[in-house]
């Protein structure tokens, strides 16, 4: 009997491809990078002509030279780029790109589901900028916990979110919405969210933020240069109030991070045990010795100037006049506790305020870091591994080694030589997942 020519052709095509095996599930997966020089663990020398080999969205080597990548293996050449892991901002908020009256009035006309998008936008424009880490401190509504949590599924794109939940202040504090508002307004605007008097109630305000889900608490112990109010940026929380909530926060695991300017609240804070202080405009020496006594960090958030001075250039009006006097003078004085701080030796986290500053222009405070007493290696460490410390992420970012996430970056130049180069990522990898990569 004669086998038909379509059933023979068949079967010798099936031969073949039984002689060719398909490349296996975890070839088809991987991923190798190579890399012209590679930066894979900040506050070391960087390497020169490197492969970064990623499986599933995880580093699984890092080698010199360029290796000849496994059959199936999907080859991405920076071999002219200088690479290096995923940047981390320690302190923005996502939910919004306005500031002054202009942020006020969307405070109370923009709904939930506005804001929502707008943190999406602003979270990818953060990504694109080559931030593939941010802690977000504070935001109403829920937008950024379920932003995290959306982006974690893979439902959107932008970067891994460390989030506050909603800030906390006391009555009349940095966090207090009723300010700025007519007082018939308030009874519609107080949340207890926000808002705490007593040790006792400061306790409630932190368990409730916990059971929101925050991954960490934010609290202010001053006023604010944003708050709508001209009662100056010294402290306004009392130590036992500071203690009950950061007591409270690490008693159920979590950090406490702590906006202060003055002196007298920078210290309250770290009297207390704050795991970093956001601003420190106002340190001092007493503030020095407790950052050093207590291993927190200092997260600077110097870039905060260049959202004020291109929105004061727009409109010369854009803030209200209370508000006005206290950036004047945070424009006057910035730079001034970054230097105390360096040399000190006070551990420094990288962190712009985006959201008062631009989203997507994070960068920019590289250049203000260097400018104001780090150097360019100091500052890079500042947005990896001392970001990634302070975030209790480092088990996963903050360097480029075996079993971390494949969060990856890179430019054109040298930003150990040339810091502003960071200004320009051209590409982006974000759990083994290319978002960007500019030819």
Request: hydrophobic share 40%; aromatic share 4%; charged share 20%.
């Amino acid at each position: 009997m004669r086998v038909p020519a379509l059933l023979l052709c068949a079967a010798v095509a099936g031969s073949a491809h039984a002689q060719t095996p398909a490349p296996s599930p975890a070839l088809q997966n991987e991923v190798v990078i190579h890399a012209g020089t590679l930066l894979d663990r900040p506050g070391r020398d960087p390497r020169r002509n490197a492969t970064i080999v990623i499986q599933n969205g995880k580093i699984t080597s890092v080698q010199d030279g360029f290796s000849k990548p496994a059959a199936g293996a999907t080859v991405i050449d920076l071999r002219d780029r200088f690479v290096l892991p995923g940047l981390i901002d320690s302190h923005v908020h996502l939910d919004s790109d306005r500031a002054g009256i202009e942020g006020q009035l969307a405070s109370v006309t923009d709904s939930p589901a506005n804001s929502a998008y707008e943190a999406a936008w602003n979270a990818r424009k953060t990504l694109d900028a080559g931030f593939t880490t941010v802690r977000n401190l504070g935001s109403g509504d829920g937008v950024t916990l379920a932003l995290r949590d959306a982006i974690a599924k893979g439902w959107t794109i932008g970067p891994r979110i460390v989030d506050a939940g909603s800030g906390i202040s006391t009555t009349s504090g940095h966090m207090d919405q009723t300010l700025g508002f007519r007082e018939e307004l308030h009874p519609v605007l107080a949340s207890g969210e926000t808002t705490c008097d007593g040790a006792d109630d400061c306790r409630r305000a932190a368990r409730k933020q916990i059971s929101r889900g925050a991954d960490l608490i934010k609290i202010a112990t001053t006023g604010g240069v944003n708050s709508r109010i001209g009662l100056g940026l010294g402290a306004q929380m009392m130590d036992d109030e500071a203690k009950a909530i950061i007591e409270t926060a690490h008693q159920y695991g979590k950090k406490v991070a702590v906006h202060a300017h003055g002196a007298d609240g920078i210290n309250i804070a770290l009297h207390a045990g704050a795991d970093s202080i956001e601003h420190g405009t106002l340190i001092d020496d007493e503030s020095l010795k407790l950052f050093k006594s207590s291993g927190a960090y200092y997260v600077p958030t110097l870039s905060t100037i260049n959202g004020y001075l291109e929105r004061i250039a727009a409109n010369p009006n854009a803030y209200a006049p209370e508000v006005r006097k206290k950036i004047d003078w945070r424009i006057s004085i910035t730079g001034e506790a970054l230097r105390k701080a360096v040399g000190a030796g006070v551990k420094i986290a990288f962190g712009t305020d985006a959201g008062v500053s631009k989203h997507g222009r994070n960068a920019d405070e590289f250049e203000l870091m260097v400018k104001h007493g780090m150097t360019p290696a100091s500052a890079i460490q500042a947005a990896t591994v001392n970001a990634a410390d302070l975030l209790g992420v480092a088990d996963q970012v903050g360097s480029l080694e075996p079993g971390k996430s494949a969060d990856i970056v890179a430019v054109q130049g040298d930003p150990l030589a040339d810091v502003t180069v960071l200004k320009k990522v051209g590409f982006v990898m974000r759990d083994g997942k290319v978002h960007k990569h500019e030819r």
